[in-house]
């Protein structure tokens, strides 16, 4: 090494004995040549190019277990909010940006991924990118509120070289591809839904017919009816429910607009699990499919359960005496104690919704748990500084009507006020008309995850 140069490249000039080189790690800044807005952050040996070129915004790599942040009222969410918030997005990767967002800002129901220790079976890579995912993307996003989008890019490089998914690190993709890419061919998650059909799945595609007389259908209606035309069941309560809206990309939507439940009753959904009889709330026994929807409208899977009595009483009518119905398999403890406890109802809470309008993907998260958390929206392409070599600025919004949307007397409210959808609100727009993907998570069940 000569006095000014490495390799045999000079690197700079200086008087004899003026310089020496040291490790990175060994350098801080020094604060009189700080930014007077804190915008820049610099190097005591080079600076930070991908800060510059995003934006000059630090995004130093966080090591070690950084847990989700937990909010508590709109004013503490507000404090967060604004821009250069969230992940920045770049070449394509609002797909990417808000599932990872909704993902992990909020919530630890995806965290096992992050923690879980290589075994044999795992590829290579296993361990680099996890790190990257863990220490580069989810600890900043949840201590500093930021994630700069060579960050991102660096998961993006490793899922596009071993994963079969091509151009993820620049043409639009949807978000189950990269979940796909993620989840199960690199990190090689076990898939949250086990269906009684014997097939696995990271999360679950609305297959129904479409139904005339529901103008603004729940998603607990159209995920009853898709369980029941599909007749398949889950084999346990899932951790987190992924649920794909009936539409085909930005081309195609089945219902103009679709009303995600805050909650999410999978009762009737479960293997096996206790179910009320349908008629006098006592322990049913037997199941009768074509009873479906059949003794109400809008009546779901709730109504295709009967006691032994009521099954009787329903079935004389003339238009039901020829259903065909099945034994129920029921928990032996339950038969002994069913006439002296209130059978328990399975419930899922909704923390996340990602939302496309021609092609661009964003997300409303909630904040925290309970029907009155606040919730906000996120963009990582909200705004956008330069042009061809510019950058885009992400941003989170807080949006306190969120609660009063979903609630159903407030959905019917806003629904029948607003029948021109260009009426609505702007983001009660995007949270009714664009649902692209719902996620629902149970606190039970997480414990153990």
């Given at each position: 090494?000569?006095?000014?140069?490495y390799n045999?490249?000079r690197?700079?000039h200086?008087?004899?004995?003026?310089?020496?080189?040291v490790?990175?790690?060994?350098c801080a800044?020094d604060?009189?040549?700080?930014?007077t807005?804190?915008?820049y952050s610099?190097s005591a040996?080079t600076?930070?190019t991908?800060?510059?070129?995003?934006?000059h915004?630090d995004c130093?790599s966080?090591?070690?277990?950084v847990?989700?942040?937990?909010i508590?009222?709109?004013?503490?969410l507000?404090a967060i909010?604004?821009k250069?918030?969230?992940?920045?997005?770049?070449?394509?990767?609002?797909?990417?940006?808000?599932?990872?967002?909704?993902?992990?800002t909020?919530t630890?129901?995806?965290d096992s991924?992050l923690?879980?220790r290589p075994?044999?079976?795992?590829i290579?890579?296993y361990?680099?990118?996890?790190?990257?995912?863990r220490?580069?993307?989810?600890?900043?996003?949840?201590?500093?509120?930021?994630v700069r989008?060579?960050?991102?890019m660096?998961?993006?490089n490793?899922?596009?070289q071993?994963?079969?998914?091509?151009?993820?690190?620049?043409?639009?993709?949807?978000?189950?591809e990269?979940?796909n890419?993620?989840l199960?061919?690199?990190?090689?998650?076990?898939p949250?839904l086990?269906?009684?059909s014997?097939?696995d799945?990271?999360f679950?595609?609305?297959?129904v017919e479409?139904d005339?007389?529901?103008?603004?259908?729940?998603v607990?209606?159209?995920f009853?009816q898709?369980f029941h035309?599909s007749?398949?069941?889950l084999?346990e309560?899932?951790s987190c429910?992924?649920?794909?809206?009936p539409r085909f990309?930005?081309s195609?939507?089945?219902y103009?607009?679709?009303?995600p439940?805050?909650?999410?009753d999978i009762t009737?959904?479960i293997?096996d699990?206790?179910?009320q009889?349908?008629?006098?709330?006592?322990?049913?026994e037997?199941?009768?499919?074509?009873?479906?929807g059949?003794l109400?409208v809008?009546s779901g899977?709730?109504?295709t359960?009967?006691?032994?009595k009521?099954l009787?009483t329903?079935?004389?009518?003339g238009k039901?005496?020829?259903?065909?119905?099945?034994k129920?398999?029921?928990?032996i403890d339950?038969?002994v104690m069913?006439?002296?406890?209130?059978?328990p109802?399975?419930?899922?809470?909704?923390?996340a919704?990602?939302?496309?309008?021609t092609?661009h993907?964003?997300?409303?998260v909630?904040?925290?748990?309970g029907p009155d958390?606040?919730w906000?929206?996120?963009d990582s392409m909200?705004d956008?500084?330069g042009?061809?070599?510019?950058y885009?600025i992400p941003e989170?919004?807080?949006?306190?009507?969120i609660?009063q949307?979903?609630?159903?007397e407030?959905?019917k409210h806003?629904?029948?006020?607003?029948?021109?959808?260009k009426?609505l609100?702007?983001?009660?727009?995007?949270?009714?008309?664009?649902?692209?993907?719902?996620?629902?998570?149970?606190?039970d069940?997480m414990m153990?995850?």
């Amino acid at each position: 090494m000569s006095r000014s140069g490495y390799n045999g490249f000079r690197l700079f000039h200086c008087r004899e004995g003026g310089a020496i080189f040291v490790p990175p790690n060994k350098c801080a800044s020094d604060r009189r040549f700080a930014d007077t807005e804190g915008s820049y952050s610099f190097s005591a040996v080079t600076p930070d190019t991908n800060a510059i070129k995003f934006g000059h915004v630090d995004c130093p790599s966080v090591l070690g277990a950084v847990p989700p942040l937990v909010i508590k009222d709109l004013d503490e969410l507000e404090a967060i909010c604004g821009k250069f918030k969230g992940i920045q997005g770049h070449h394509n990767s609002c797909y990417l940006d808000a599932t990872l967002f909704s993902m992990f800002t909020f919530t630890s129901v995806f965290d096992s991924i992050l923690y879980r220790r290589p075994n044999s079976e795992d590829i290579s890579h296993y361990s680099a990118v996890q790190s990257v995912l863990r220490d580069e993307i989810v600890n900043p996003l949840r201590k500093n509120v930021f994630v700069r989008a060579d960050r991102v890019m660096k998961l993006r490089n490793f899922l596009d070289q071993l994963s079969s998914v091509s151009g993820l690190t620049s043409e639009e993709k949807d978000p189950e591809e990269f979940l796909n890419s993620l989840l199960s061919q690199i990190m090689r998650v076990e898939p949250f839904l086990k269906l009684s059909s014997g097939q696995d799945s990271y999360f679950y595609q609305l297959f129904v017919e479409k139904d005339e007389r529901l103008t603004f259908p729940t998603v607990q209606q159209l995920f009853e009816q898709s369980f029941h035309s599909s007749d398949i069941k889950l084999k346990e309560v899932p951790s987190c429910l992924i649920i794909q809206m009936p539409r085909f990309g930005k081309s195609y939507k089945m219902y103009p607009r679709i009303l995600p439940s805050q909650v999410l009753d999978i009762t009737d959904i479960i293997e096996d699990s206790p179910r009320q009889c349908s008629i006098c709330g006592k322990l049913a026994e037997f199941e009768c499919r074509e009873c479906f929807g059949s003794l109400q409208v809008g009546s779901g899977l709730e109504c295709t359960a009967f006691c032994q009595k009521c099954l009787k009483t329903v079935h004389t009518h003339g238009k039901r005496v020829n259903h065909e119905t099945k034994k129920l398999s029921v928990p032996i403890d339950f038969k002994v104690m069913a006439d002296n406890m209130v059978l328990p109802s399975l419930y899922m809470e909704l923390f996340a919704v990602v939302c496309i309008e021609t092609s661009h993907y964003v997300a409303f998260v909630k904040t925290g748990s309970g029907p009155d958390a606040p919730w906000c929206f996120f963009d990582s392409m909200a705004d956008r500084k330069g042009e061809k070599n510019g950058y885009n600025i992400p941003e989170m919004i807080s949006v306190p009507e969120i609660p009063q949307w979903l609630s159903d007397e407030g959905a019917k409210h806003i629904n029948e006020r607003s029948t021109n959808d260009k009426a609505l609100p702007e983001h009660a727009k995007r949270l009714f008309c664009d649902a692209y993907m719902c996620m629902y998570q149970s606190t039970d069940v997480m414990m153990y995850h």
